[in-house]
């Protein structure tokens, strides 16, 4: 196969760690419910029609450590039944409810199929625990599975104490190994955030490829001849691929993106906030807060509060349409890039796995069409993976690329302003105790090791990016809050405690019960 | 091989040099009016202006900083409170970058330190200001007086931080905390890490063995100029672009679960009905509503729930007994009108 050029497809999949045995219900352990449902299951049905059919697709996804850490916790993996089976029932009731409404009732025969099929693929095809549908996709050789910072930490804000850089790095790559079974190849760096320099903690663990926004490229040093076009060479031989901002721009874009199309569901209106609330009750939070159920009957109709309901099938034509542009447009570009470098151009398109039906209902089904479309039919573009692109290409420009996220104006200010800059006195307060720790208890054992763990867990659960993005974009900022706080606490009592030789034992199995992620811990690395 | 072509940062160093002050501070000028919205600043910070900040020579002051507090490391002591500490007790600054053009530094002060300046406060004649003195730095393995140029910015010790207009992208800084006494007498109090603010245009140096045969054409085509435009088109409008697409949001920063927020729903007025059948029945009845069989509880109670369109329905409910083959139903007329 001669094509062109390349399209490389990268879904970042992410959540933060929320996990809260010591409530029955939790509000913010919904996200990832909603996105098991919406965005993860039908993104792995998608992945397995096109195994059985033996679509030779190539597909990039992170898969941060949090939430393939939360994907295979028991506990949530419960409750997600508990809350899919809930569904199960609503969509049910929905469907008697809508008897005289056709186009709501067969939209409730819709989410109630979806529902039940949801439930199938989590518990009957994968055990519950959904890392291994990733797992096997990997194994066959069509998904690139890359991991990110072990907690999402924002590394350019780490950068007076690298030693958590190196840890976030390190202990994701630990974690991928234990998930994934081989060493992560590639790494998303959290929020794209790249300081000069990280790609040789980068190398340090083994790792081959990375991505950045397009200004990280186009403002390296020296001036990258490609542009955006092709991958570069970091002085430590890492891999760095920058975002086109064509094809994000088509897809992103509030205004001119595919998502807003007055054809596609409509995100806001949504039964848990729209029915009587005594019939709502039992599906929505147990305090009896109206919150998001997934059924949903409207499309977005058009700029006003008046919506329509929503029709599938003109959905689904419009995702169809809508992949078909992207790649005619996708096929323009690589031919006149071609003409233009002389060599076959690579456009990288990233995207929010979370955004594909989620928020964007279709976008799973256009991320199907485009797929198939490419692989079945284009004479222009091939699909890739950062590793096979290298393989093919193996000779690329060396250039340190551009400090730069891919985060509002492109640097650090969405993670360092007004609202969250309080919080990097303490981190890095927290950083430079934990590497004291690790220095003065090389080995330990018994309770002494499971606090040291327990310190550096808590440390990388108050990095977290999440919670410097919350209080910025305002929503459940309280919550941030607190986490951040309740984090960093806990951390300092570690500290003392260990310091101090008094280890409060009953206190250190409960936080260890809480804050359970990375059971392997390695607090060495802060050393 | 790597050749430099015209280097930008010398030129401005030169500049500093041989312009002295006046000249960088118009420039710095422009850069502040352009880069420093109040609304990006944090209540509570004193607003400064660039432009009646001089640029001072690295001699200016005297001598550089002799004083180097003596950093105790003493943490303060765990407390169950819910607050964070408000101190570590330590003495240091650390710089952080924003963006090309802005810093974020932090402050904390031990006990010890805190005595010392007061010690300084009292004894010294006349007003004693607290500055962060900015060093740029840029290729310098700094030693605190070979800095290109340093200039002061007035700042309250107990804001404890503090955001920073550097106005130049890619130079290296440090920033020292200090007082200054009424003679120019700087007292250091801490020195930060060295900070390089990013790039915020393309590299001036060029590979030869890598060289585009029209850089701004594929800079252009990569997104850095807009799409479109032509080659002749001036760098700093590929900057301006590139700035609108940066700060374009709902294209970059996603995160869909993080940023959700619910709709204004404005003065909407919005109107459904429902009805509700309910009733008791044996618990090996067979109960149909329109048609639509019914689950009966345990209780022998049953109901259900339609939305309720416009217009009349007439919807049967009937009651089948298997074991007695006895079957019973009513009908229900039913009529919405909304005027």
């Known amino acids: 196969m001669d094509r062109r050029g390349y399209l490389l497809l990268v879904l970042h999949a992410h959540l933060p760690y929320v996990r809260h045995p010591e409530y029955d219900d939790f509000l913010e352990e919904d996200w990832l419910y909603e996105a098991i449902t919406e965005t993860y299951i039908p993104l792995i049905e998608m992945m397995d029609r096109f195994a059985n059919e033996g679509v030779p697709f190539r597909l990039t996804m992170s898969v941060t450590p949090p939430l393939a850490s939360m994907l295979r916790d028991g506990l949530l993996q419960e409750r997600y039944l508990r809350h899919i089976h809930k569904l199960i029932e609503l969509s049910a009731k929905e469907i008697d409810r809508t008897r005289w409404q056709p186009e709501f009732e067969r939209l409730a025969h819709h989410y109630h199929q979806r529902f039940r099929a949801a439930r199938a693929v989590f518990e009957d095809q994968y055990g519950r625990d959904i890392t291994k549908a990733f797992k096997k ?44 079974g081989r060493s992560p190849q590639g790494i998303w760096l959290p929020e794209c955030g790249y300081n000069p320099g990280d790609d040789k903690i980068l190398k340090e663990f083994g790792f081959k490829y990375f991505f950045v926004d397009t200004h990280g490229i186009l403002h390296g040093v020296p001036r990258p001849k490609y542009g955006v076009f092709a991958p570069v060479f970091c002085p430590s031989g890492v891999a760095a691929f920058g975002r086109d901002i064509e094809s994000s721009k088509q897809v992103w874009s509030a205004i001119e993106g595919y998502p807003g199309d007055y054809e596609y569901r409509e995100f806001y209106r949504d039964i848990g906030y729209d029915l009587e609330y005594d019939y709502i009750k039992p599906y929505i939070h147990a305090d009896g807060i109206r919150v998001n159920t997934g059924i949903k009957y409207y499309r977005i109709t058009g700029p006003t509060n008046h919506k329509e309901p929503y029709s599938l099938d003109r959905g689904r034509e419009k995702a169809a349409e809508h992949a078909g542009n992207f790649m005619f447009n996708r096929e323009r570009q690589v031919d006149y890039l071609n003409t233009r470098l002389g060599r076959k151009p690579m456009i990288v398109a990233p995207y929010d796995a979370e955004l594909f039906g989620h928020w964007w209902y279709e976008g799973p089904q256009w991320l199907e069409f485009l797929i198939r479309k490419v692989v079945l039919n284009s004479n222009v573009v091939q699909l890739t993976t950062a590793g096979e692109y290298l393989k093919e290409n193996p000779r690329n420009q060396v250039v340190t690329p551009s400090f730069s996220s891919w985060g509002y104006k492109g640097f650090s200010e969405v993670w360092l302003e007004g609202s969250n800059d309080w919080i990097y006195r303490h981190l890095h307060e927290a950083s430079i105790r934990m590497q004291e720790l690790a220095r003065a208890y090389p080995g330990s054992s018994g309770v002494l090791e499971r606090a040291l763990k327990q310190a550096a867990r808590e440390l990388v659960l108050a990095e977290s990016s999440d919670w410097a993005f919350i209080m910025k974009t305002g929503t459940v900022v309280e919550y941030a809050k607190k986490r951040t706080k309740d984090h960093i606490l806990r951390f300092h009592k570690l500290y003392e405690d260990i310091k101090g030789n008094k280890i409060d034992e009953r206190w250190l199995s409960d936080i260890e019960s809480k804050d359970n992620i990375f059971p392997n811990i390695d607090y060495r690395i802060y050393a | 091989m790597k050749k430099r072509k015209i280097s930008s940062s010398s030129s401005i160093s030169k500049k500093s040099a041989s312009a002295g002050g006046k000249k960088k501070k118009s420039s710095a000028s422009s850069l502040t009016r352009k880069h420093s919205p109040a609304a990006k600043r944090s209540p509570g910070r004193q607003d400064y202006s660039r432009d009646t900040k001089p640029y001072y020579e690295p001699t200016f002051h005297g001598k550089p900083p002799e004083f180097q507090p003596e950093v105790k490391p003493a943490p303060a002591p765990y407390t169950p409170s819910y607050d964070l500490p408000s101190s570590y007790n330590k003495t240091k600054i650390v710089l952080l970058v924003r963006d090309p053009y802005w810093v974020y530094s932090y402050w904390d002060i031990s006990g010890d330190t805190y005595q010392w300046i007061e010690g300084i406060r009292r004894d010294v004649q006349g007003k004693v200001r607290t500055v962060l003195r900015v060093y740029d730095v840029t290729d310098i393995d700094f030693n605190g007086s070979n800095a290109h140029r340093y200039y002061d910015i007035d700042c309250h010790l107990d804001a404890k931080n503090w955001y920073i207009d550097l106005g130049t992208p890619d130079r290296a800084y440090i920033v020292d905390l200090g007082l200054i006494d009424g003679n120019g007498k700087f007292y250091l109090i801490a020195r930060s890490n060295v900070v390089r603010t990013p790039r915020d245009g393309p590299s001036d140096i060029v590979d030869e063995a890598w060289m585009a045969a029209d850089f701004e054409e594929i800079y252009a085509l990569s997104g850095g100029f807009g799409i479109g435009l032509s080659s002749g088109e001036m760098k700093a409008r590929g900057k301006r672009i590139m700035k609108e697409w940066l700060s374009s949001g709902g294209i970059s920063s996603p995160g869909f679960f993080l940023k959700r927020t619910f709709d204004e729903k404005g003065n909407t007025f919005q109107i459904a009905s429902e009805i509700v059948f309910y009733g008791k029945a044996p618990q090996d009845a067979q109960v149909t509503v329109a048609g639509k069989p019914v689950v009966i509880r345990k209780d022998g109670t049953f109901s259900i729930r339609y939305f309720l369109p416009d217009g009349a329905q007439s919807i049967p409910i009937k009651m089948h007994l298997p074991r007695q083959g006895e079957t019973k139903e009513a009908i229900l007329e039913v009529r919405k009108e909304a005027t």
């Not at chain 1, 991991?147 to 994701?172: D, I, Y």
């Open chain 1, 137 to 180: 996709f990997q194994d066959m050789g069509c998904l690139d599975i890359i991991t990110c910072g072990a907690t999402h930490g924002f590394f350019p804000n780490m950068e007076v104490v690298r030693n958590s850089v190196r840890a976030q790095v390190k202990l994701a790559k630990d974690h991928y190994e234990e998930v994934f």
